[in-house]
């Protein structure tokens, strides 16, 4: 009976420390997404940009740009932001709309 109850017991509190970690692993709201965007002025470099946005969620390449897309799960949008291959630097950006 001890060992059913001590079964029991881990179980329960397995279970519940999973489920914190869980529920924990959500992104990020809108205000804070628009607030990172706002930091974004025209000039900045790739390296600047991802200090701020952190890694791209996809990347795309043409003959005279570097265009990098963030996708927002929780939000349903997503905003992409342009570098001329010239300076590596912004060219072109389109912040996400909710």
């Not at 965007?37 to 946005?53: A, D, G, H, R």
Request: one cysteine or more; proline letters at 4%; aromatic letters at 14%.
């Amino acid at each position: 009976m001890k060992s059913i109850l001590l079964s029991v017991v881990l179980m329960f509190v397995t279970g519940c420390s999973m489920m914190e970690t869980s529920s924990t692993s959500t992104g990020p709201t809108k205000n804070q997404i628009a607030y990172k965007w706002s930091q974004i002025p025209n000039y900045l470099t790739k390296k600047e940009v991802e200090n701020i946005l952190g890694i791209p969620t996809d990347i795309h390449y043409t003959e005279d740009a570097e265009i990098w897309k963030y996708e927002y799960d929780n939000a349903r949008s997503f905003g992409t932001i342009s570098f001329r291959r010239s300076d590596n630097r912004i060219w072109f950006k389109s912040k996400p709309s909710f």
